[in-house]
């Protein structure tokens, strides 16, 4: 999954970057309210760390224009500010959690996979294509009555797969949805990892579902493209 890390402190949002990334989600951060505000509409995240204090255009308004704009995505926010007034202004801003600076990584890390088990839950539960099911919830891998083993890379790529089926991803959709945003276009990582995929799911298989697409990209798809 794709966090955006919204953060003026530089060794906060370094940590909390390095951390998440440890935990295996891909992750962007942005220093100002103006830039976290354009990259929350402008791409695709399944969750958003929001300070309240920065610089340009704080959280709560950042917070106040991704509600206007009906982005229904988790928002957990960061602050210095204790009393329950603040928390209740955050909440009725359309917060989902509300974290206190100073906080512990792992308390971070136990809120954020509680509201995105939240979306999952709330959302569609095990994705299906053909013969290949996906349980977000448990990340397991099934094709057939087979279990598939995935790294957490993997994982997160097939999932991208499954949530649009039958549909050409180019890598550069697959770049921003699933690896980050200052990540390297012109390495062939992509290729590679698809690859890998691609041998775990089809392998033993009469029918193949990961297919490339020549000068486009790739397609979940069941039988020859």
């Given at each position: ?221 069941a039988g020859d493209t």
């Open positions: 999954m794709r966090l955006l890390v919204v953060e003026d402190e530089k060794k906060v949002a370094g940590f909390i970057k390095q951390g998440l990334e440890e935990e295996g989600y891909a992750v962007d951060t942005a220093n100002n309210g103006e830039q976290g505000l354009e990259m929350a509409l402008g791409l695709v995240y399944d969750l958003v760390i929001l300070d309240i204090s920065l610089p340009k255009m704080d959280g709560l308004q950042v917070l106040r224009q991704l509600r206007k704009k009906k982005i229904g995505i988790p928002v957990l926010l960061l602050t210095v500010r204790a009393t329950i007034e603040d928390k209740v202004i955050g909440l009725d801003s359309g917060a989902d959690d509300y974290l206190t600076k100073p906080f512990s990584f792992q308390e971070l890390v136990a809120r954020i996979r509680a509201l995105l088990r939240r979306k999952i839950e709330s959302g569609p539960g095990i994705l299906q294509y053909a013969d290949l099911r996906l349980d977000p919830s448990r990340r397991s891998v099934f094709r057939g009555e087979n279990k598939i083993e995935l790294t957490t890379k993997e994982f997160s790529l097939l999932e991208y797969f499954l949530r649009n089926p039958e549909r050409v991803l180019t890598r550069t959709m697959i770049l921003d949805h699933v690896w980050d945003y200052d990540f390297d276009p012109s390495t062939n990582v992509i290729d590679v990892y698809v690859n890998y995929l691609r041998k775990k799911i089809d392998a033993g298989n009469s029918i193949r579902l990961i297919h490339t697409i020549r000068g486009a990209g790739y397609v979940l798809k």
